[in-house]
């Protein structure tokens, strides 16, 4: 397991944007697979975007694509996720999570499928 930092939430109207970052604290992720999640209150913990080791392959949920964009820098040892055209249903906590278990190329979308996670950052979207 690794520790994950998540930082850049925060409160935004309508249409707006917003960046997160989540950098591992002590060690580098270069080679584990990635994931944003995010849990509104009274709803179950949902993928928001997933990315494998080297950032070639992406996957999102339906309620985001092309709003949403997951990437990495595995030189600055950091994952983002930059939102775009937020909307008010987009507010909640948003998690990192990391896969330290071999993943080869793939990506991941199950909560079950990563081994770590940060302690969440809140996004608010409202007017």
């Known amino acids: 397991q690794v520790q994950l930092v998540e930082s850049g939430g925060g409160l935004v109207q309508p249409g707006g944007s917003l960046g997160l970052s989540c950098a591992p604290s002590g060690r580098t992720f270069g080679n584990y697979a990635m994931g944003w999640f995010r849990q509104a209150p009274g709803k179950e913990r949902e993928v928001v975007a997933a990315?494998?080791?080297?950032?070639?392959?992406?996957g999102y949920a339906d309620a985001v694509k092309g709003r949403f964009t997951i990437s990495r820098d595995n030189v600055k040892n950091t994952v983002y996720l930059q939102m775009n055209s937020l909307k008010p249903e987009d507010t909640a906590v948003y998690y990192c999570?990391?896969?330290?278990?071999?993943?080869?190329?793939?990506?991941?979308?199950?909560?079950?499928?990563?081994?770590?996670w940060g302690q969440g950052t809140q996004v608010t979207v409202s007017s």
């Open positions: 999570a990391a896969r330290s278990l071999r993943s080869g190329s793939n990506y991941y979308t199950q909560a079950a499928d990563f081994d770590s």
């Open positions: 990315i494998n080791w080297s950032g070639g392959r992406t």
